[in-house]
């Protein structure tokens, strides 16, 4: 399946660099992707690679000069096939740091940029709570303005990285208006707990804010600006989603591929039978649509990843909803040794399942892709 799909050679070192870490990953991979807390050797693995300089500008030790989406794409793709617990730890680091790259201020940027570019400070996004889920705008988490300081309360809940992050990226109301804040790990009153263990291990904590007081620096970027902020990091890093998702369709195929081609049933092997080969050839189809969409997307979102949200939107819904359809014709193509506990082909289908639901569920985001079309189609573009 090795096809040149016209990447720079800056893209192709990407893939190589990955490709290596990933190597290291695979002898503990089936461990790590069924830890609910922080995997210490994938973390050290993704440490000494130097690989999360994908996820900060140059200024601050990045590899490119700024965030490079296809390049977090291409990364996602590699780590996804081997490891979601590294891909996760990946993904964000570029997540939660996001709004720093963007919103902060030099004094932020420096204390934290270059920590996150070498893995030495663990970054998160704190937007859902108990309550809020899509509807973001209807969050209680609250900053009140003390003096010269900040005092910050509420809760949040299903937080990547809780419990291991350095900092918090926070979304919380202030006044009437939405503003970010960063929250370091560390904050007096800030307290987490772990959050119910999902059908696809993931790190994952509730956080409760009691008065946490913070100066008044901790804001990123004006206040009332924290949603132009989050579409910018869901621009960006939605498309990365959908870089994961081909990452598991295309391992998940090799291992239908590989099971098809050597167990015989009826006197052939089962790739010679047509219902059977029609399930590969169908994945196959929702695999390489899905991967040129996501090329090409990110290549569109480096140029402009505010204007490219809707686009960001439709590739990770077409790569996910792909995903689901892919992993369970694979299942299905594998027979019994499709639901064997601890299997690669197993580990994939839960995993591909969560993917349509955070990052905007996909319900959620077609409302937001219709509402674009209709715009561009009257716009006659
Ligand atoms: C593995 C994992 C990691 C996560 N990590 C983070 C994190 O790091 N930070 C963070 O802030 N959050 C995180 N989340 C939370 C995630 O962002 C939310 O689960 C997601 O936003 C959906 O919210 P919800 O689960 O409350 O579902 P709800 O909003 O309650 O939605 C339930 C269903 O209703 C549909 N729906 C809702 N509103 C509409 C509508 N207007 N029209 C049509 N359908 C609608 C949805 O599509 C969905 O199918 C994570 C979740 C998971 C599973």
Redesign the pocket.
Known sequence: MALNYGHSAEHERVIEDCRRLAEAVEPFAMEADDSSVMHTPTLEALRSSGLSNLMVPAAYGGRFDQVDPLAVCLAREVFMKTSSHLDSVFA?QG?GSYAISRAGNESQKKEWLPLVGRCEALA?????EPIA???LKSITTRVEVSGSELVLSGA?S????AGSASFYTTLAKEGDGYSLFLVPADSEGLTITPSPE?IAP?V?GELNFDNVVLPAQARLGEPGTAFKHVLATLSVFRISVAGAAVGLMQGALEEAVSHCQSREQFGRPLVKHGPVAALLADSWSDLESARLLTYQTAAMAAEDPVANLDRSSLAKLTATEAATRVVDRCVQTMGRWGLIRGSKIEKYYRQAR?MR????????LR?GIAARLVRDMNNGS
């Open positions: 964000l997540i998160a996004l704190a937007l859902t889920g899509s509807d949040k299903f937080i990547s990285n999902i993931h994952l969560p639901v955070y990052e905007g569920a996909s319900e959620v409302l």
